[in-house]
């Protein structure tokens, strides 16, 4: 069966320092992978999806960057971080069969002071 | 473009109650309907979805869905709450074939009091 893992659980970062998250997948080769930030009491706003190795679309502009190095890994990153990249990260992971249901991680939360 | 509207954003219920939940979305052709429910400070997990056939859907924990095109809505029951069941949750509508944008609603987060 699928599992996502998302590292690290938890972070708290100074504003201006960098950002690594990492997301990997194990059961499933080939998946479309996506990484979603959920605002405190807001819905989930989709940040990238690749479907490939070194394949990234983003949805906004924004603070961050987004590289899959490998099929099953996926990393969310950023240079300098901003108070308002505090929130709920998730990964998921989708595109198997002809539907896009989507599987998402435990995700990381993100503190920035 | 797609969307999912959920119009509750609380929604308070004494457990044994039933429950429903509403979502509309909009959608030029045959929808992937979801539904999603989050405990707090964990990730999404799938409760059920509609592809095709049979309008209502079964899900997990007592879950039922049904997809009604006419009134573009697709919206989650429960015969009776538990108060396991207090979460958020989570509408969502994509499409068919390789990769679609899989659109979230805004989501309602659901109390359960005794």
């Known amino acids: 069966s699928q599992t996502i893992h998302q590292w690290p659980a938890t972070l708290v970062q100074p504003v201006g320092s960098p950002l690594s998250l990492e997301c990997t997948v194990e059961?499933?080769?080939?998946?479309?992978l996506y990484w979603y930030r959920q605002a405190a009491g807001r819905g989930l706003q989709l940040l990238f999806y690749s479907v490939g190795i070194g394949q990234i679309s983003s949805e906004v502009p924004q603070n961050l960057s987004a590289s899959r190095p490998q099929d099953r890994q996926f990393i969310l990153s950023s240079k300098k971080l901003l108070l308002s990249d505090s929130g709920f990260y998730l990964c998921a992971l989708g595109g198997e069969g002809r539907s896009e249901t989507q599987y998402f991680g435990p995700g990381t939360r993100l503190l920035v002071l | 473009a797609q969307s999912v509207t959920q119009p509750d954003i609380h929604i308070t219920v004494s457990e044994g109650a039933s429950l429903e939940l509403r979502c509309n979305y909009s959608y030029g052709a045959t929808p992937y309907l979801f539904w999603y429910v989050q405990s707090p400070g964990q990730g999404l997990q799938l409760l059920l979805k509609?592809?095709?056939?049979?309008?209502l859907v079964q899900g997990i924990k007592g879950f039922e869905a049904e997809f009604k095109r006419s009134q573009s809505s697709f919206n989650l029951r429960k015969p009776s709450v538990h108060w396991s069941d207090a979460a958020e949750y989570f509408c969502a509508v994509g499409g068919l074939g390789g990769y679609q944008k899989v659109t979230f609603g805004t989501g309602t987060k659901l109390q359960v009091i005794p």
């Open positions: 059961g499933t080769s080939n998946p479309n």
């Open positions: 509609y592809f095709s056939g049979d309008t």
